[in-house]
């Protein structure tokens, strides 16, 4: 199958190419190249499209067999720069571009979610059936894509809609915006496991690497299983109180302990996913992390990385919406995140 993969340069992207060439999959890549300027001797080389997704034409998606579609404004401080840029980078093209497969012939089409569409749920478990209820514009931008994509499936254009946990884990391209990253980060730079909310919250993990095989997984299957379906991405078992996960970081990291931001409340952003669809339906698919092993993995990479200070840590590129405002403060994207040249 030939597979085009949009951000292929990002942190998932990355692993995603590289688990889809060991597979067999003939890859070609989209991207606009916002974040890989200082780690792109790190980056798997395969051919690929320098496009903004809002620039994307018909031409473009010619002879694939299918589109994981990955590019987007990646989360929530992203999506709260400007809600306007989010739905139109995030909706709206992402819209299109499915518009343009199907009118091309693409067969498949894996469209990566979030299950921060479930939102302020108040710790409950949400399935694939469970209500939406977003509260961020990242979150109402992957609904609306859900919703206005799954109306154009038919016998020969098959959508399939990923809902992965939060992400972690160590990338070619690396970011520090990602909470298990994000903790053992700062336990390792400054020996503080910083908690900016009470602890209380519930989020669903996944290791991007268990990410990609679920994408994998739904390339492989038969259309029947995947057509036009929803799947939480994930395990289950992975589901974590966040004052969890700073006590498995505080176990990993020598020498580090926890400390509460002043005034460090409860998360509105407050769920857990059950997974189990996705186990039952693809059997094919077979994770491998959990939250312990992967803060051991962030742990050994942040300190081969020679990062010594929070700021670089939480700079461009580790860190989205650092890395957007710099380019627009220097003159290298404009207000609406195209390129200057």
């Given at each position: 199958m030939r597979i085009l993969v949009t951000g292929h340069k990002g942190y998932v992207g990355t692993t995603m190419v590289s688990k889809l060439l060991d597979q067999g999959y003939d890859i070609i890549g989209l991207d606009n190249d916002l974040y890989n300027e200082k780690n792109s001797e790190n980056l798997i080389h395969v051919p690929y499209l320098k496009k903004d997704i809002r620039d994307i034409e018909s031409s473009d998606l010619r002879g694939f067999d299918g589109v994981i579609h990955l590019a987007a404004l990646s989360n929530d401080p992203l999506g709260n720069f400007n809600p306007k840029l989010t739905y139109s980078i995030n909706y709206y093209a992402s819209y299109k571009l499915a518009k343009l497969a199907k009118k091309v012939g693409v067969q498949r089409f894996l469209y990566a979610s979030s299950c921060s569409v479930y939102g302020a749920a108040n710790g409950d478990m949400m399935?694939?059936?469970?209500?939406?209820?977003?509260?961020?514009?990242?979150?109402?931008?992957?609904?609306?894509?859900?919703?206005?994509?799954?109306?154009?499936?038919?016998?020969?254009?098959?959508?399939?809609?990923?809902?992965?946990?939060?992400?972690?884990?160590?990338?070619?391209?690396?970011?520090?915006?990602?909470?298990?990253?994000?903790?053992?980060?700062?336990?390792?730079?400054?020996?503080?496991?910083?908690?900016?909310?009470?602890g209380t919250p519930w989020r669903p993990l996944v290791h991007i690497e268990d990410f990609s095989r679920a994408f994998i997984a739904v390339l492989n299957a038969s259309r029947d299983l995947v057509h036009n379906q929803i799947f939480n991405v994930g395990t289950t078992e992975e589901n974590y109180q966040m004052r969890e996960l700073a006590e498995i970081v505080e176990e990993i990291v020598p020498g580090s302990r926890i400390e509460y931001a002043k005034n460090a409340g409860p998360d509105n952003r407050n769920y857990r996913a059950d997974c189990s669809k996705l186990a039952k339906t693809l059997q094919e698919f077979k994770p491998k992390w959990n939250a312990r092993l992967g803060a051991k993995q962030l742990y050994d990479e942040i300190k081969k990385s020679g990062l010594t200070t929070i700021e670089e840590f939480e700079g461009p590129p580790y860190n989205r919406i650092a890395q957007i405002k710099q380019y627009i403060s220097t003159g290298r994207l404009d207000s609406t995140l195209h390129w200057i040249s």
């Open positions: 399935s694939e059936e469970s209500k939406t209820n977003p509260v961020t514009p990242y979150a109402i931008s992957k609904v609306r894509s859900e919703k206005s994509i799954s109306k154009l499936a038919t016998q020969k254009f098959s959508p399939t809609f990923m809902r992965p946990a939060t992400a972690y884990g160590a990338s070619r391209m690396i970011r520090s915006d990602l909470v298990l990253n994000n903790l053992v980060g700062w336990a390792y730079i400054t020996g503080k496991i910083w908690m900016k909310s009470d």
